[in-house]
């Protein structure tokens, strides 16, 4: 395949050599970097089949004479924002990156604007391109911090790949409609268009499907080809839905080039109750703070279940196999320690918001939780808003004589009448950590009041409630 020159984003210009397609050796170095994300469980399937073979091949850097490769994913800009769900498709960049290979994190500013049918059972809700625009930019973002973290923090002393954000709209922008169809439209026959799963599920349904999103294939193979031609890209990673669009561009690249290149595929993780892991009830665990905060985001890893933190750590964290193994070894004996699930909400969480953000997701998680007044105390007020997420939160004018049941009534965190009243000499309410019995008993300032101007008031074990006092 003629391969334009390298742009000055790659380090040196020998990475483009490709090997001769006729070189195919002895397995022995196949034990290096697929086998890895293989037994970690994050690679599902290898595109064609021949890959499962050729790929470790390609990939082993330790052969003499190997060059880097260069693999790419794609992340559609649907949302402002990348979410947990996009994480296992990061990791798999991170482990070639790793590698020593260059990846790229592919933004789908154009491809947004058809909306990718693969997986789902209606169109998406049409974006406008002002909107596509904001989210590829917040998304761009994302992926550059996610890959300053993972440098910064998850340095192995080994040389890595380079890690690129691009965007297709860069080249799409470029192409006439008319030339592109007269160019790039002869060599896609209809019939296997058709034929793909995502396709003909689309057309079953009530709904049906539109023009624009069964386009949308056609360019997601043609960004594999430009990779490929541009940067000598042979690798597309992607979700499981997403084997039907790999097919598409295989199938172009060989076409147009005669040369292989192949598709791998992450796993769609689904939580417990089959849900999509993140997308809780429709709200997803975003990566960006302003929508899911450090401390939500540790919170949703150390809830995870026992049958199934063993293979998310596997899965999210960078961990070396057999420490996980230690991990779990431990957790047998301690399992009310939550040693795994803690291990690997402190992983995610680091990667995602670096070294501040985990220290403050367990500073929000000490004073939550742990009933750590000094925690509450010096907390900042973006971490209390942060906390209060959870909690309800209300602003309340401290009167003279105000009594521990006027608080409480106040904040409607108790029913009226008797049954609030006994709630409280029940035993079953707290007021910054401390229980208080006597519904009369007027509110102390340092004690019930701290020295920030806050109360929380935790009614039974899991309804809590922030007072912000004003005029202090």
């Given at each position: 395949?003629g391969?334009?020159?390298?742009p000055?984003?790659w380090?040196?210009?020998?990475?483009?050599r490709?090997w001769p397609?006729?070189?195919r050796g002895?397995?022995?170095?196949?034990?290096?970097?697929l086998?890895?994300?293989?037994?970690r469980?994050?690679?599902?399937?290898?595109f064609?089949?021949?890959?499962?073979?050729?790929?470790?091949?390609?990939?082993?850097?330790?052969?003499?004479?190997?060059?880097?490769?260069t693999?790419?994913?794609?992340?559609?800009p649907?949302g402002?924002?990348?979410?947990?769900?996009?994480?296992?498709?990061?990791m798999?960049?991170?482990?070639f990156q790793?590698?020593?290979?260059?990846?790229?994190?592919?933004?789908?500013?154009?491809?947004?604007?058809?909306g990718?049918?693969s997986?789902?059972?209606?169109g998406?809700?049409?974006?406008?391109?002002?909107?596509?625009?904001?989210?590829?930019?917040?998304?761009?973002?994302?992926?550059?911090?996610?890959?300053?973290?993972?440098?910064?923090?998850?340095?192995?002393?080994?040389?890595?790949?380079?890690?690129t954000?691009l965007?297709n709209?860069?080249?799409f922008?470029?192409?006439?409609?008319v030339?592109?169809?007269?160019?790039?439209?002869g060599?896609?026959?209809?019939?296997?268009?058709?034929?793909?799963?995502?396709?003909?599920?689309?057309?079953?349904?009530?709904?049906?499907?539109?023009?624009?999103?069964?386009?949308?294939?056609?360019l997601?193979?043609?960004d594999?080809?430009?990779?490929?031609?541009?940067?000598?890209?042979r690798?597309?990673?992607?979700g499981?839905?997403?084997?039907?669009n790999?097919?598409?561009?295989?199938?172009?690249?060989?076409?147009?080039?005669?040369?292989?290149v192949f598709?791998?595929?992450?796993?769609?993780i689904?939580?417990?109750?089959g849900a999509?892991?993140?997308?809780?009830?429709?709200?997803?665990?975003w990566?960006?703070?302003?929508?899911?905060?450090?401390?939500?985001?540790?919170?949703?890893f150390?809830?995870?279940?026992?049958?199934?933190v063993?293979?998310?750590?596997k899965l999210?964290?960078?961990?070396?196999?057999?420490?996980?193994?230690?991990?779990?070894?431990?957790?047998?004996k301690?399992?009310?320690?939550?040693?795994?699930?803690?291990?690997?909400?402190?992983?995610?969480?680091?990667?995602v918001?670096?070294?501040?953000?985990?220290d403050?997701?367990?500073?929000?998680?000490q004073a939550?939780?742990?009933?750590?007044?000094?925690?509450?105390?010096?907390?900042?007020?973006?971490?209390?808003?942060?906390l209060?997420?959870?909690?309800?939160?209300s602003?309340l004018?401290?009167?003279?004589?105000?009594?521990?049941l006027?608080?409480?009534?106040?904040?409607?965190a108790?029913?009226?009448?008797p049954?609030?009243?006994?709630?409280?000499?029940?035993?079953g309410v707290?007021i910054?950590?401390?229980?208080?019995?006597n519904?009369?008993?007027v509110?102390?300032?340092?004690q019930h009041?701290?020295?920030?101007?806050?109360?929380?008031?935790?009614?039974?074990?899991?309804?809590l409630y922030?007072?912000?006092w004003?005029?202090?």
């Amino acid at each position: 395949g003629g391969c334009m020159a390298a742009p000055a984003l790659w380090p040196c210009p020998g990475l483009l050599r490709f090997w001769p397609r006729g070189l195919r050796g002895t397995l022995s170095g196949a034990r290096g970097l697929l086998t890895a994300p293989r037994a970690r469980g994050l690679f599902k399937d290898f595109f064609p089949e021949s890959g499962t073979t050729e790929l470790p091949e390609l990939l082993d850097r330790r052969r003499a004479g190997s060059s880097p490769q260069t693999v790419y994913c794609g992340f559609d800009p649907t949302g402002d924002s990348l979410h947990v769900g996009h994480l296992l498709a990061l990791m798999g960049l991170f482990h070639f990156q790793r590698a020593g290979h260059n990846v790229i994190a592919l933004v789908g500013g154009a491809t947004a604007l058809l909306g990718d049918p693969s997986g789902r059972t209606k169109g998406r809700a049409a974006l406008s391109a002002e909107q596509v625009q904001a989210n590829a930019s917040a998304l761009h973002r994302g992926l550059q911090t996610l890959a300053a973290n993972h440098a910064r923090l998850f340095a192995d002393g080994r040389p890595w790949g380079t890690f690129t954000v691009l965007d297709n709209a860069t080249w799409f922008q470029k192409e006439q409609l008319v030339d592109f169809l007269a160019t790039v439209g002869g060599h896609f026959r209809m019939g296997t268009l058709l034929s793909r799963l995502s396709v003909q599920a689309r057309l079953k349904s009530p709904e049906g499907m539109s023009l624009a999103e069964f386009f949308y294939q056609v360019l997601q193979a043609y960004d594999f080809y430009y990779l490929f031609q541009r940067y000598g890209c042979r690798v597309q990673l992607g979700g499981s839905d997403q084997l039907g669009n790999i097919v598409s561009g295989y199938e172009f690249i060989h076409k147009l080039t005669g040369e292989d290149v192949f598709g791998i595929t992450v796993p769609l993780i689904t939580s417990t109750t089959g849900a999509k892991l993140g997308k809780s009830a429709g709200n997803a665990v975003w990566l960006n703070r302003d929508k899911t905060s450090p401390f939500e985001l540790y919170q949703f890893f150390v809830r995870q279940q026992d049958d199934s933190v063993e293979r998310y750590l596997k899965l999210f964290t960078l961990l070396p196999l057999p420490e996980i193994d230690h991990i779990m070894q431990l957790h047998l004996k301690e399992p009310e320690k939550r040693g795994p699930q803690k291990r690997l909400a402190a992983e995610v969480t680091k990667l995602v918001h670096g070294q501040e953000g985990l220290d403050s997701a367990k500073r929000c998680t000490q004073a939550l939780y742990h009933s750590s007044i000094d925690a509450l105390e010096v907390m900042s007020d973006q971490e209390l808003k942060e906390l209060f997420k959870e909690a309800s939160f209300s602003e309340l004018v401290l009167d003279p004589g105000t009594s521990v049941l006027d608080t409480c009534r106040r904040a409607n965190a108790i029913p009226d009448g008797p049954r609030g009243y006994r709630m409280i000499t029940e035993g079953g309410v707290s007021i910054n950590h401390r229980q208080v019995t006597n519904p009369e008993s007027v509110l102390i300032l340092g004690q019930h009041i701290l020295k920030n101007g806050l109360s929380l008031l935790k009614i039974g074990k899991r309804n809590l409630y922030i007072i912000k006092w004003l005029q202090l």
